[in-house]
């Protein structure tokens, strides 16, 4: 029998990376736990605060405090690191400062000799993402980014409230950019198999401008949290979870993630949210949605957007 157990390294134990750890344990998902962060006193007493919770876990983890070396063994390193967006600074100021971080991240995880997986959650997720991909050199299979998972939730989440049916029911999709440029996928959103459409013509009080109302809700949610509690963290930690579990049990599960167009939907050469086949390789193919002209001529227009964006930094 095989010794092997799953590690993850987690760089950046910040309000996302703790919160991931903390659903992480809670959830049995590893057996290995490492934390690493420039800000180490933080990282340490998260290591010591976790491991306090273990008998209380449903399978045991080992965390501890780490450095880039332990990244040798890791099966998943998982990105939560970087700056946020400071008042006065442009999008563009944060992409070319975190994208100098992630250089130096990388450079380090390299350095150990890991073969794993990247799954990155640090915005501009699509950019950075693409920016893993480009430094490590690795295959576009072994790095993902969390894409639109959390907007896919959102989604699934106001849609089950507002036809009042469990969430787990919903398949709806937002795809593109995490961020302004986003869509939903409206001619492919159904409940119980049947089409978000015919359950609006079910009753009178059900209206389409809801819907409308309802889609700038999920866009603009992280707007929403930040103005009432500084951040967003919980979600995407839940998320991030799901991502782990899906690719260290190799559960081949549909999960709308980043992940690197060589064709798919018409475009090439961009990291952006989709929904993907997600297993222990990490992405295994990408699913292509029957876009409508609308949804084709947004998403073009979020490619466009994330390739602008991107240009100075990383062509
Ligand atoms: P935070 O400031 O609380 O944490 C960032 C952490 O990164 C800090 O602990 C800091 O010490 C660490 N760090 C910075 N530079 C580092 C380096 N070079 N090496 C190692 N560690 C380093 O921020 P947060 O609220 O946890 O957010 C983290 C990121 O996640 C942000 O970019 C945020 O925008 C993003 N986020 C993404 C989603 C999503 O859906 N993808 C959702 C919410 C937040």
């Known amino acids: 029998m095989s010794d092997r157990v799953n590690r993850v390294v987690l760089v950046g134990t910040g309000a996302v990376g703790s919160s991931y750890a903390f659903a992480l344990i809670n959830q049995g998902v590893t057996e290995e736990l490492v934390l690493v962060d420039l800000n180490k006193a933080k990282s340490e007493g998260d290591a010591m605060d976790l491991n306090h919770g273990i008998p209380f876990a449903p399978s045991p983890t080992k965390i501890w405090f780490g450095d880039y070396s332990d990244c040798q063994d890791a099966d998943l390193v998982v990105i939560c690191a970087g700056a946020n967006q400071k008042p006065g600074e442009t999008r563009l100021d944060l992409v070319e400062k975190n994208t100098r971080i992630f250089k130096g991240i990388v450079d380090e995880i390299l350095a150990s000799g890991f073969k ?170 990408i699913v292509q949605l029957d876009l409508n002209d609308t949804e084709k001529e947004k998403f073009a227009h979020s490619v466009a957007v994330l390739k602008k964006t991107m240009e100075p930094v990383l062509k």
């Open 116 to 285: 794993g997986i990247f799954l990155v959650a640090t915005n501009p997720v699509d950019i950075l993402t693409y920016a893993v991909w480009k430094f490590s050199g690795f295959p576009k299979e072994r790095v993902i980014g969390s894409g639109t998972i959390l907007d896919t939730a959102r989604f699934r989440y106001l849609l089950g409230e507002y036809f009042k049916v469990d969430t787990r029911n919903v398949h709806a999709y937002i795809i593109g950019e995490h961020g302004d440029t986003e869509l939903p996928v409206w001619s492919h959103a159904d409940i119980a198999g049947r089409k978000i459409s015919d359950w609006i013509e079910t009753k009178d009080e059900y209206k389409q401008e809801h819907l409308e109302e309802l889609f700038l809700n999920v866009r603009d949610a992280a707007y929403h949290i930040i103005e009432r509690k500084g951040a967003t963290f919980y979600g995407i930690a839940m998320g991030l979870v799901r991502l782990t579990k899906a690719i260290l049990q190799n559960e081949n599960s549909v999960i709308t993630v980043s992940a690197y167009l060589t064709g798919e939907y018409g475009h090439e050469d961009v990291f952006i949210g989709v929904p993907a086949v997600v297993n222990r390789k990490g992405i295994r193919e």
